[in-house]
């Protein structure tokens, strides 16, 4: 089989598009009423955004640590000791000093890890690209800090670093500030079903165990 | 969802291409032969016994088995399909997905969901086909702050779904080396093409209207023959399978009247797609398509047929309501005709009614020998 996007001029897009226009020949542009709070419409202080977010990402059973910038690196250590962690992976483009005091066996995803050697890995630890205040809401955009999306998927713990400027007020806050053509991961709380007599199970498919480690002052 | 819509495991298998579902309850669904019976929650209709069951008695010729101590606890019951499909998803070529949206000015598609086998398909094969109806599109990147707010609310109360993702063709060293995406119409530009029916193509598929409605909770999702349910099934079902154009078959023309039209649906409809109105829009069509003989067939349309040829006809009008006052007197006991062993539906409507008795004089007879006037003629 040959590869054939679909273009102009492509038999298969007239003829979608054709009948298209035949079973809505009468259509004109609407106006959207776009009355709710839009994109720099809030009036929270950036404390304020914060400390939401933080309530909020609470409430999805995540883990989450306040800490300053130099606290960091013990956090994590501390973290990483609490849940019996001991092989961590990371991103390339995590920062050395994240990882200065945790006494455990690092491997870097350079060059890529197999899925399998992946799999067998206990946790990752990774940055963010924004969070979400209002939904509390980390978001990952495979930057040098996150790495490719399967890091943040298959271990059963994943560490997040959010910093307090990271945080923005609402979804479509989020929505102006990221890049569409890079692939995102909107995470919000452990993965989790219902799918068994409405029962709530945290953990079916992706990590079960979310910390989020937010630095600020 | 959509996948089931055009039936692709069938004709994947017939293919000699085995195909695995993925969430949780659609791996129950298929595991234990069946259909499912809720949107949101497809294996509903299963309690945990149930469910220990199929895992136990059909786990192994998928994959692997589920632990022979497997107990019917929901948590332990999660661990055994992370376990099973782990490991599938670690040795899949090839992942099929649906959409929950897609974006027209970025080539942004987006799939919605909770328990990140959904991550597992669009990220670990080498090869990922997304399945996706074309009215799952949306003009602009920026509409979607509409949708990611108003989707995760009406369909679990949440304020957001645990995962979502969001992808604009390859990235790489990061996911699937090739994907391919599937518009699909399917009867959709067919939908579209009805003035009434078309807002049906707005639903974003969050199963409110099915929570709500009370004839959905009397007889379960699968009731409805299709992947979907509830009272958007009922009005997206027949239109995707061509009420308009041909008839079809029984199942499928019963589904506008699998209502009370109570509009509770309506109500909580987060992109107010008014049900009720295209329930009776269709009923219309189930009537014009199955012809005279659809209409006659019943004693229901025979009754409206005496009905509309009584109300045409001012005479005849005047001599049913002299009949029905002359007749209250002989069934009617202390101004009510309770049980009587009348024939056909009016027998069976009055087993668990009672009816007031009609007024010996209609209205019209009054007026007629009075002029209005209040206390003359009683
Ligand atoms: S019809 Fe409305 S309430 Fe029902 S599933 Fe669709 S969007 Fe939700």
Known sequence: ?217 | MVTQEIELNDALARAGIAAWETDLAELIVQLGDDLPSHILVPAIHRNRTEIRDIFRRAMGGAGRPAPTDLSDEPRALAEAARLHLREKFLRARVAISGANFAVAETGTVMVVESEGNGRMCLTLPDVLITVMGIEKVVPAWRDLEVFLQLLPRSSTAERMNPYTSMWTGVAPGDGPRAFHLVLLDNGRTDTLSDPTGRQALRCIKCSACLNVCPVYERTGGRAYGSPYPGPIGAILTPQLRGIARHPVDAQTASLPYASSLCGACFDVCPVRIDIPEVLIHLRGQVVRQHGWRARIGSDEALLMAGLGATFRSPRRLAAAERAAGLAGRFVGRSGRIGRWPAPGMLGRWLRFRDLRVPARRSFRAWWRSTGGDEGAGR
């Open chain 1, 1 to 217: 089989m040959t590869h054939r996007p679909a273009t102009a001029g492509d038999p298969a897009r007239e003829a979608i598009l054709d009948a298209i226009r035949r079973a809505f020949p009468d259509r004109r542009p609407v106006e959207v009423p776009r009355e709710y709070e839009r994109a720099g419409g809030g009036t929270r202080s950036g404390r304020e955004i914060v400390d939401r977010f933080a309530e909020r990402v609470a409430e999805y059973r995540a883990t989450v640590v306040r800490t300053g910038p130099y606290g960091l690196s013990r956090t994590i250590a501390a973290r990483l000791a609490e849940r019996h962690l001991r092989r961590l992976v990371v991103p390339d483009g995590v920062p050395a000093e994240w990882l200065s005091d945790a006494a455990v066996e690092i491997i870097r995803d350079e060059p890529p890890l197999s899925l399998a050697d992946l799999d067998a890995t206990d946790a990752v630890l990774t940055g963010c690209a924004i969070a979400i205040a209002e939904t509390g809401t980390i978001v990952l955009d495979a930057g040098p800090d996150q790495g490719r999306r399967a890091l943040s998927l298959l271990p059963d713990d994943h560490l997040c670093v959010v910093r307090g400027d990271q945080v923005v007020d609402g979804v479509p806050d989020a929505l102006a500030r990221l890049d569409p053509r890079r692939p995102l991961t909107w995470i919000s709380g452990p993965s989790a079903t219902s799918d068994i007599e409405l029962d709530r199970v945290e953990g079916v498919h992706g990590p079960r165990n979310l910390t989020v480690l937010i630095v600020g002052e």
